[in-house]
């Protein structure tokens, strides 16, 4: 057998793509096991004129793990890849390109616009599968899909038909949430609120009969033209005889009555709250109830409507509300003006102050699919990791308030309702008719708005999938397993979809939900553009490989909490990659000459016995710990096993081997160590999937491709218990010589003579004889003695015991005992006069009061750090007076 040779240094760039461009040559990606138990991810679509960030990379390089995995427990696995065409982010790309060239959309038409706006989605749908496919996601890209394909678009016609046929879409004026900017009407959850500094004014409003007045609180003046009443409490004694009287709305001389409604807070301002129907959800509902006119003052653009006296037309709102107050207070109606701090709705795109705005919309019901998806849950169909997000769930559900769908967008899954203009007739259709299916006239006209982006994507895990057809993917894939997604879009989507797959295919279209943390800088601030803190996942591939990415955010990925990264933190990743990589390229130079032997013909040693039982139990441990998406647990497992098992120990003992044993003995070795190297390989093949696919093609024991390879699975035929007992008693045993060393600080190139000494009947005893030799380099002794008799004089030694064993060390053969006394008093006297120093520090409280918090966390730093080295010092003394 020839020696393999792998290139000196781990540089992932050499390999990488070459790796993933064979994976889809071989289309490997795919479903392959039709007959076995299927797996199905449908990953979160991300938007089509985005860019991947780092919350991205977290996400789909955790189900990526769990894809490999199933794929590789022969599972029928599929993985589906998709995009969203995200209506206002992408109409909004476009509007900005056309704006540089001094153009808008209704300049170019609304079928010209579309035509761009496809072109703009082609090209940054190239540039996200570039980026899906840098970071290694083996999904299944035969089978990607986008939210406006032909496929998706008749599912979304199914869906909306179904639901007006089942009278849960209904069309009416309301009030709804609208965003100037982006000229659209928003659902609930599409706002943001945000802190924002205002003021409250008190605004004095006179009696119709002009004896008197009263005093109203509020933060808009400006909408006071909408006002259609000034509310006070039933229960509030000072205003009880005023209910039913007019006053006169200043500025525009009109009366409006004052009435009683308990929703009025007393303790809030004056107890008086003027009532504007169209412009605040909570008097849209006063305003339901007490039959008040609505009064739109707004028009769409945000500017002030012919609803207001004439000098206040055409103004935005903010200029409106300047000009308002100084009219009221030169005409001596504003009584006070002060600060106030509240919450404001935000637009969730664009960050415009959202505008309450009566409009005729299209909406779903909710309220029955939401109980049905509350009950899904309560019945434990399922299941969220960290189970806190539960709360999150129901609580939303439980309060869950009718859906707009409706937005005054181009760009989007046209509204599929039809009116005609001879007769009126209004026509829900699931093909475009081409007459009115009353009067039979031709002049129909299609609903200009579209609905909103997330109804297309709450049908996302059914309708990928062939929904309604009943197609073979439908039967052989759905209900999909898994569903990886951030905590922000459990309202937007996550409760959406379980609500539409009950209600259109009757089944929940997951069972498990794993939520993400957020990916923070060091200081826990949410990356952002606007703190310029973000970190470009292809900037860490370029630096340090898909892999170490991959496995670094995997390794940090604690269940149900944040990941706080710098672009430092993939380091680690990094170094645990180099290591796989110079361990495997030391033990495949040393196969020249080799033979491998079949190993069921072979006695296992117990150092292969002991490395075969922890190679077992990780796979056991990463099994259990993908089984409740603990993934932080399932990369230290395989860090742990391949570092501290095979690298630290099992290599160290093959390389003895290597030298100092017979040919034919020496092909057992290799024989056995390829056998361990391959099948580590496997088991860390989801996690480190580049790195273990290169290496694996290269041993001489492997054949085809590691991501169709089997799993390594726990076998009760790879228990080695007594070995992993006799083993582990080693370590133990070398770790405490170690400590020694370490404690009297004896430097490695001095030679130790230790007596081991085992209690009774050790398993240990034969294998620690046998292997003097190899145990003596772990611990650099110049003589190891097996005092079983305990006959061995340890007069002048240093004592230490572990489980199952007493050793002694000879330190005066290494170390001028008084020497190192002196040495040793000397720096504990210098360390107490240091820490005597910081003490007077921290105590004066001038310093204290006066010094930087950073000055003081650094002086308490040395306290610590002297009184450590002092503790360290007089044990280190105690043990060399023993001598």
Not at 3 to 13: A, F, G, I, Q, R
Not at 415 to 431: A, F, K, Q, S, T
Not at 610 to 633: I, S
Not at 670 to 679: A, K, N, Q, W
Request: hydrophobic content about 35%; some cysteine; aromatic content about 10%.
């Amino acid at each position: 057998m020839k020696s393999v040779e792998l290139d000196k240094s781990y540089n992932p760039n050499d390999f990488e793509n070459r790796i993933y461009e064979q994976w889809k040559e071989h289309n490997v990606f795919g479903p392959a096991k039709e007959n076995n138990e299927s797996y199905t991810i449908v990953m979160p679509p991300p938007n089509v004129t985005g860019i991947l960030h780092m919350g991205h990379a977290l996400n789909n390089v955790l189900q990526d793990i769990l894809a490999r995995y199933a794929r590789m427990n022969q599972k029928d696995t599929l993985w589906l890849p998709g995009t969203d065409h995200a209506g206002i982010a992408t109409q909004h790309v476009v509007e900005r390109e056309l704006k540089k060239k001094g153009k808008t959309r209704q300049e170019l038409g609304r079928e010209k616009f579309l035509e761009e706006t496809w072109k703009v989605k082609e090209y940054h749908h190239g540039i996200i599968t570039r980026q899906l496919e840098k970071i290694g996601s083996s999904c299944d890209w035969n089978r990607e899909r986008f939210t406006m394909d032909e496929g998706l678009s008749k599912a979304v016609r199914e869906a909306f038909v179904s639901l007006y046929e089942k009278n849960l879409i209904y069309k009416g004026n309301y009030l709804v949430n609208y965003c100037t900017h982006c000229g659209t009407a928003l659902a609930d959850d599409e706002v943001e609120y945000k802190p924002v500094t205002g003021a409250l004014y008190q605004v004095t409003y006179p009696y119709e009969d002009q004896k008197g007045a009263i005093t109203v609180a509020t933060t808009r003046p400006e909408t006071m033209f909408g006002d259609a009443a000034v509310a006070v409490n039933p229960d509030d004694d000072r205003y009880k005889d005023l209910v039913g009287k007019n006053v006169i709305l200043p500025l525009a001389d009109k009366p409006i009555p004052i009435i009683a409604d308990s929703y009025v807070d007393m303790e809030f301002g004056t107890g008086m709250v003027k009532i504007t129907p169209a412009h605040d959800p909570n008097d849209w509902a006063i305003g339901q109830r007490h039959d008040l006119p609505v009064i739109n003052i707004l028009n769409a653009d945000g500017t002030l409507n012919e609803n207001v006296p004439e000098k206040y037309r055409g103004l935005d709102v903010e200029t409106a509300r300047s000009l308002v107050v100084k009219d009221l207070s030169d005409q001596e109606y504003l009584i006070d003006q002060k600060p106030h701090n509240h919450e404001v709705g935000h637009c969730y795109r664009c960050s415009t102050v959202i505008e309450p705005f009566v409009s005729e919309q299209w909406f779903v019901s909710m309220k029955s699919m939401a109980d049905k998806a509350l009950k899904a849950w309560e019945d434990g169909e399922i299941h969220f990791y960290a189970k806190r997000w539960e709360n999150t769930y129901s609580h939303w559900l439980r309060n869950i308030r009718d859906w707009c769908i409706s937005r005054q967008l181009w760009w989007g899954h046209r509204i599929p309702v039809w009116y005609c203009d001879d007769c009126g007739h209004m026509m829900v259709e699931r093909e475009d008719p081409s007459e009115c299916s009353a009067c039979h006239s031709k002049h129909i006209r299609q609903e200009e708005d579209v609905l909103d982006t997330w109804f297309s994507s709450w049908l996302w895990p059914f309708s990928t999938l062939g929904w309604p057809e009943k197609s073979v993917d439908m039967e052989r894939f759905f209900p999909t397993n898994t569903l990886v997604t951030g905590y922000d879009i459990i309202f937007f989507w996550v409760s959406r979809m379980i609500m539409a797959s009950l209600e259109f295919v009757g089944s929940v279209p997951f069972k498990d939900i794993y939520i993400t943390g957020l990916v923070r800088d060091k200081t826990g601030r949410k990356m952002s553009k606007s703190l310029g803190n973000g970190i470009d996942p292809l900037d860490v591939v370029a630096q340090y490989g898909a892999d170490s990415m991959k496995f670094t955010l995997c390794y940090l990925a604690a269940q149900g909490q944040d990941i706080l990264i710098d672009f430092d933190s993939f380091k680690l990743g990094s170094r645990f990659a180099n290591k796989v990589w110079n361990a495997t390229r030391f033990l495949l130079m040393n196969l020249e000459g080799r033979n491998l032997v079949d190993l069921g013909d072979q006695k296992i040693s117990t150092i292969d016995g002991w490395m075969y039982h922890k190679v077992n139990t990780a796979a056991k441990g990463v099994e259990e710990a993908l089984a409740t998406y603990k993934f932080n647990e399932a990369s230290q497992i395989i860090y742990d096993v391949f570092w501290n098992d095979f690298c630290d120990w099992y290599v160290e003992a093959t390389k003895f081997d290597l030298k100092n044993k017979s040919e034919s003995e020496k092909d057992v070795t290799v024989s056995f160590m390829l056998d361990i190297l391959s099948t580590l390989m496997r088991l860390m093949h989801p996690f480190l999937s580049f790195i273990t696919e290169e290496i694996y093609q290269k041993l001489p024991n492997t054949e085809g491709m590691i991501i169709t390879s089997e799993y390594p699975r726990y076998d009760e035929n790879r228990v080695y218990e007594k070995e992993h007992r006799i083993v582990s008693n080693m370590q133990e045993f070398v770790k405490s010589i170690r400590a020694v060393r370490s404690e009297l600080q004896i430097g490695p190139e001095r030679k130790l003579s230790v007596i081991y000494r085992p209690d009774g009947d050790s398993p240990a005893i034969s294998f620690i004889e046998s292997q003097k030799e190899l145990i003596s380099s772990f611990i650099n002794a110049s003589s190891l003695t097996v005092d079983t008799e305990k006959s061995c004089s340890i007069e002048g030694t240093v004592p230490v015991a572990g489980p199952g064993f007493e050793a002694f060390v000879f330190v005066k053969d290494a170390i001028d005992v008084e020497s190192e006394i002196r040495r040793v008093e000397l720096e504990i006297a210098k360390s107490e006069q240091l820490l005597k120093k910081s003490e007077m520090k921290l105590n004066n409280e001038k310093f204290i009061q006066n010094a930087k918090e950073e000055a003081i966390e650094k002086e308490k730093a040395k306290h610590e750090e002297f009184t450590e080295k002092i503790e360290k010092g007089k044990k280190h003394l105690d043990l060399l007076k023993l001598l």
